[in-house]
């Protein structure tokens, strides 16, 4: 299993799109190589969605939910943040699931694109 | 040849009637008008009037505009109160701000995620109003930045976010008001949905559920998260935004259109918190 240590990564603020993407990175290449991971939130001390949602929730996009949940682990994050962990995976796995659902919203995201 | 406008203002605090006072403020300021702000009649005002009228004088000079404060006009405690919040000074007046129980004035044209961070930590949750564990202010930050994100992320504002707070040790209160005169929340929403005529309380309600977002991905969880917290620690949270209008508060969740009164396109989140610690529990904790 590779630890990877957040905070090593991005510091100690897990806040922004950019801070997520860079974790996501390194994440996605592990578990699609069938890799476990051992994502280790020690000395992070501030954590919002954004990071969470470009880290983790975008992992569901080609990352079958019991795969994640067979080859990533979590620790050293605490119980309130780990609810928003858990509320991001729920989310994502809904989003990635309905595969009609995100064919539309996309479809309707690029229309919108195209008339700006 | 400009328009001059003089506004003179009235004491602003931050009852419903206090932000259409406010917004009204905005319809009377014409694309290249010359401004003048008079506080002639303005004993008191509260910081979501402060963020408002920062962004009100940034958004006239965007349009080609002129916004002046005439400091002569000021009482001595509203003098005070804009002078050590920084507002005097970050719009031409010669006095330097300092510590107190106001949360200083700040613009932010872009996202500066460490200089947002220190004035969170530093000047808004400080150790003088509040002591709280150090998990239970990062907890809190994390939260509050939700409502930074949603405007950076969301308002196309091209003027920046305004903010603004101030302790209140009688009440035990801190305030904090967020403001962006971008596109709005309906605005959003409804071109997101392709409904053009959904109302405006419906849009923010929209906004605030779990899982929903305008942007492509799997996101939209922050405003959720933001409800909850305010919920559980017995906050207040308002969000005004076109003419839709969201209360949250411990036994309240109501999304509202107004109709009948002067819209404002961007948004402007009023956030209210206690300043007993002991109100404050972590999610995991109920």
Not at chain 1, 89 to 114: F, H
């Amino acid at each position: 299993m590779k630890k990877i240590e957040i905070y090593t990564i991005v510091g100690e603020n897990c806040i922004t799109r950019t801070a997520g993407q860079k974790v996501y990175d390194l994440v996605h290449s592990e578990l699609l190589s069938g890799h476990s991971v051992d994502l280790d939130f020690e000395k992070v001390r501030v954590f919002a969605s954004p990071f969470f949602n470009a880290s983790i929730g975008r992992l569901f996009e080609d990352i079958a939910p019991l795969d994640f949940d067979r080859l990533v682990k979590v620790s050293n994050l605490a119980p309130a943040n780990m609810q928003v962990f858990k509320q991001v995976i729920q989310n994502s796995k809904r989003y990635y699931s309905d595969k009609g659902y995100r064919e539309a919203l996309d479809a309707t995201l690029r229309e919108q694109a195209q008339a700006k | 040849m400009a328009t001059t406008v003089r506004l003179s203002l009235r004491r602003i605090s931050d009852e419903l009637s206090d932000f259409d006072y406010l917004f009204n403020l905005l319809h009377q300021c014409g694309e290249g008008s010359a401004v003048i702000i008079d506080f002639s009649n303005c004993n008191f005002l509260t910081p979501n009037a402060v963020a408002f009228l920062g962004g009100l004088a940034r958004l006239i000079e965007y349009k080609s505009g002129t916004c002046d404060f005439d400091w002569n006009t000021l009482s001595p405690a509203v003098r005070a109160n804009l002078a050590q919040n920084g507002f005097v000074s970050t719009f031409g007046g010669a006095i330097d701000p300092w510590d107190g129980n106001s949360v200083p004035y700040r613009e932010d044209q872009t996202l500066d995620v460490d200089g947002l961070l220190n004035y969170l930590r530093t000047k808004w949750l400080d150790d003088y109003r509040i002591h709280l564990s150090q998990e239970l202010e990062d907890y809190i930050i994390g939260k509050v930045w939700e409502i930074y994100d949603n405007a950076f992320e969301h308002s196309q504002s091209p003027i920046g976010i305004f903010s603004c707070g101030q302790y209140y040790p009688q009440k035990h209160e801190l305030k904090l008001a967020v403001v962006d005169f971008g596109v709005g929340i309906p605005y959003n929403v409804r071109k997101f949905r392709s409904e053009e005529t959904l109302e405006a309380g419906y849009a923010i309600s929209w906004a605030f559920k779990s899982g929903n977002t305008t942007k492509s991905g799997s996101r939209g969880l922050g405003l959720d998260i933001l409800k909850d917290f305010i919920r559980i620690n017995k906050g207040r949270l308002e969000v005004f935004s076109h003419e839709g209008y969201g209360l949250i508060s411990k036994d309240t969740e109501e999304y509202s259109s107004r109709l009948l009164t002067p819209t404002f396109e961007g948004t402007l989140f009023n956030l209210t918190l206690k300043c007993d610690a002991r109100y404050y529990h972590l999610a995991s904790s109920t």
